[in-house]
């Protein structure tokens, strides 16, 4: 799940099968949302514990973990650092 709410992008567990993962479309997902994301400023993403490498992916593009939850790891960052890993090689 997406969305924008005042100054926040929220994101939610995305999952992609083996042989879809280390191709781009995160990458890809966050350069469409780019134009929606110009006046926001917050990043605020959840992970489920037992997906690391969805944890792995949220630190590499610049996010913070804030806390966790029983199930979830919550993390939150700056959207501009978000939009400059996307548009990075």
């Known amino acids: ?36 994301l110009a006046d926001i400023k917050m990043v605020d993403a959840y992970a489920n514990k037992k997906n690391i490498r969805s944890a792995v992916v949220l630190r590499h593009i610049g996010l913070v973990s804030v806390g966790e939850n029983e199930n979830n790891i919550h993390f939150q960052g700056n959207t501009r650092d978000l939009l400059n890993w996307a548009k990075s090689r």
Do not use: A
Not at 6 to 13: C, G, I, K, Q, R
């Open 1 to 36: 799940m997406y969305k924008i709410s005042e100054d926040t992008f929220y994101m939610e567990e995305m999952q992609l099968s083996v042989e879809n993962q280390r191709q781009g479309i995160f990458k890809l997902l966050i350069q469409h949302f780019e134009p929606k």
